[in-house]
């Protein structure tokens, strides 16, 4: 209301008379409870302002805190499903190469064969040409003595006997 002018006008006469001592103790009585109540409020409504202050820094902190969580939570939710869809392209190539290679069993396994076949046909061939050798050499030697002992000369021996 702006009333302050009065109200300072009224304590000064009133603390004077006070002083003079017109005024006592019993006579001043007690203030009206309203007044009191009212302060009483005030007091509790500055109380009430502190808290609500700290609550809601509170309820700030605690909302930084959860949006911080909430996309700490979605950062591991995609890497997640970012490692599922890695494992899961992984064992498709997997199965993939394992079909690949199992095709390949058969055909190892012929080649292996057909190596074997052609290891011994050529045991067998460097047998007999070995055999086939001895035998020449050892014809080339009769022939040899044949000549020496009867002295008959056979045309074109001679050639055989230095290729050897």
Known sequence: MGMHRTLNCFQTEWYELVQRGVFTAKDVGLVPAVYTHNQQLETENTYLRKDLEKYKLAANKAKEAFLKMQQECDFH???????????DRLICDMKRLKAHYESYEPVLIQLTEKCDTLLRQKMLISLERDRAVGQVKSLQARLQMLESVCGIHIPGTEDALLDS
């Open 77 to 87: 939710r995609m890497h997640h499903r970012r490692v599922a869809q890695e494992k």
